[in-house]
């Protein structure tokens, strides 16, 4: 049977940590920029600008907000205002960095990064952005030089030591991932990424800790369908069904819209209560959120199997084929009901 379908792969993931609002800078906080709100600040920045149009800072101002308003294209441009109006800003070379990073741009992020490392040698910060793209990259021990030097400049960085323990993770090393990752929290309690790694970590080691650590990260993001999904496959995988579902329940309060929790909950009654019918109402709800779901089409198919309606099971395992042609358990479900005598049209044709 398919459970769902699990976290991305961790490079991946990584990948989007710097699409994550950036903290306050030296040269200001990002700016909150409401759709609302956008026309009147920019109406009022541009003033400013026409008044001192020399001024970096306020280039980088409009960057900011341009980047919170998703507009990259105009943000890239007053990046290059504001580094062309001041070129030994180290923070500048940073934030078009972590903007190229977010396009997927790694070569010239990491030109960012370097830059910025050249222009303030003293900042541990630039060097923890060039570790992610060295740990993206899979040079661990680069990475790792560069987060150790972050941290000989500044030893309670808790953003080095989750990084740490990315290395140690990606190395195969859980138990000094698990080590790095906790100091990370311990320097950072409210560091919901740090929490989400250490319950994965345990989840793999089948150690209930795991739950502690998602309900963690649950108290800084208490709607975070991410977490949500992790505890609530923990608690599935090791026979807490009740408050699987629960969990699951909660999923679908807070996004509604979201086919993997039905679907989770239906392959709980399908496998682990040997109860079908109430698992096809499950996996129907999961397919109308998600028509193009082709393990809830395998496993509707599935219960109707086991309930003796091979037509329909027939007709579901060739929706989950159309969709992916390749899926080998549908496939051979499909060859199956149809030895047992369910119609299956494409074979007919064949005759």
């Avoid at 290059?80 to 977010?102: C, P």
């Avoid at 028509?291 to 395998?298: D, P, R, S, V």
């Avoid at 084929?321 to 074979?347: H, S």
């Amino acid at each position: 049977m398919t459970h769902g379908a699990r976290p991305l792969g961790s490079l991946i993931l990584l990948l989007f940590l710097a699409c994550r609002p950036s903290a306050p800078t030296r040269d200001g906080a990002v700016p909150a920029a409401s759709p609302g709100g956008l026309a009147e600040q920019l109406a009022a920045l541009e003033q400013r600008i026409v008044a001192d149009p020399a001024n970096a800072a306020l280039y980088a101002e409009r960057a900011r907000l341009y980047t919170a308003a998703d507009s990259l294209r105009q943000a890239f441009k007053d990046w290059e205002r504001a580094i062309a109006a001041d070129s030994t800003n180290a923070t500048y070379r940073m934030e078009r960095g972590d903007l190229y990073y977010r396009q997927t741009m790694v070569d010239r992020a990491r030109a960012e990064f370097e830059r910025a490392i050249a222009l303030a040698p003293d900042r541990p910060d630039p060097r923890l952005k060039l570790a992610e793209i060295e740990l993206v990259l899979r040079h661990y021990r680069e990475a790792m030089e560069l987060v150790n030097a972050a941290l000989r400049m500044d030893p309670n960085l808790a953003k080095g030591y989750y990084l740490k323990g990315w290395i140690y993770k990606e190395a195969g090393d859980t138990a000094l991932a698990i080590s790095s990752l906790r100091t990370a929290v311990e320097q950072d309690p409210g560091h919901y990424s740090a929490f989400i790694q250490l319950g994965l970590l345990h989840a793999a080691l089948h150690d209930r800790l795991a739950v502690d650590y998602y309900r963690s990260a649950l108290a800084i993001r208490p709607n975070s369908v991410e977490a949500l999904y992790d505890l609530g496959m923990y608690l599935q995988e090791h026979g807490e069904d009740s408050l699987a579902m629960a969990t699951y329940a909660r999923i679908s309060e807070v996004d509604s819209l979201n086919a993997l929790a039905p679907y989770n909950t239906g392959f709980i009654h399908l496998e682990h209560r040997q109860d079908p019918r109430t698992a096809i109402d499950w996996f129907t709800a999961a397919t109308d959120l998600n028509t193009t779901y082709y393990q809830a089409w395998y496993n509707r198919g599935v219960a109707y199997e086991r309930l003796g309606r091979l037509d329909s099971a027939a007709a579901d395992y060739q929706v989950a084929l159309l969709i992916r042609p390749d899926y080998d358990a549908a496939a051979e479900a499909l060859q199956r009901v149809y030895a047992n005598g369910a119609y299956v049209k494409a074979f007919d044709r064949k005759r």
